[in-house]
């Protein structure tokens, strides 16, 4: 059967850390803009988790939103709602990482099937990808909000695996997010970590990725052997 590769968009395919550019002319100390972006991007996940912990789902574009409203008040950076609406705009448009089209390229060469697998709704994640220049490469995106769940729910990486009917023995996880590894693990599937810098740490939990690289171009050498 053939190996089916479902990559994480946010962080792992596209740069979230890609606002900060923006957020320099925004705030009045530009030198915050990176925390400001680091930290709206952790509250965005923080806010998807408690959603789903209370059972109360909405689209990961209202826990992107509300993730910049809080951060906005936390830095006291004083934006306004045009500011806000402008940054989400923004957001929609991301670059994707400079690794991921050759990779993409030589996995396809491969014979290795390639999916997005996001927390973001379909049209959200499609549009995204298509402007990033990223969504030919991929042969389908699969959202989370089909089920209304969100990552690292059990449930939605059994979607994933019936929406490409797939073994979990043929299914891949690629995520440079520890948790979403984690999730993908303990439902049975492979997994492969992009440590996209060299200090981050991967959470103690007892088990590792099946295979962690730097890169995506390390990741499609190691797929296509």
């Known amino acids: 059967m053939q190996t089916v590769l479902a990559f994480d968009v946010y962080g792992t395919l596209i740069d979230t850390q890609g606002v900060t550019v923006e957020l320099e002319h925004r705030l009045s100390d530009a030198a915050k803009a990176g925390d400001f972006a680091k930290r709206w ?35 006291q950076s004083g934006l306004s709602d045009n500011d806000h609406d ?26 290795i099937r390639c999916v997005a697998f ?20 991929m042969d389908t995106v699969v959202s989370v909000d089909d089920v209304k769940r969100f990552k690292p729910d059990p449930a939605v990486y059994a979607y994933l695996r019936t929406r490409l009917e797939a073994r979990p023995e043929h299914t891949w996880l690629i995520s440079s997010n520890p948790f979403d590894v984690i999730g993908a693990t303990h439902a049975g599937l492979h997994s492969a970590w992009v440590r996209r810098h060299s200090d981050a740490p991967f959470d103690p939990w007892g088990g590792e990725p099946d295979m962690t690289v730097p890169d995506l171009e390390v990741l499609a050498e190691r797929m296509s052997r």
């Open 118 to 137: 996001s927390n973001g709704t379909q049209e959200a994640v499609t549009k995204l990808l298509a402007r990033a220049g990223v969504e030919n490469h």
């Open 86 to 111: 402008h940054l989400m705009a923004v957001y929609a448009e991301l670059p994707a990482f400079p690794d991921v089209l050759p990779a993409l390229d030589q996995l396809r060469d491969a014979g």
């Open 41 to 75: 991007r952790e509250k965005q996940l923080e806010y998807s988790f408690r959603h789903g912990l209370m059972g109360a789902y909405v689209p990961f574009s209202e826990c992107i939103r509300e993730a910049l409203v809080f951060t906005d008040r936390a830095m």
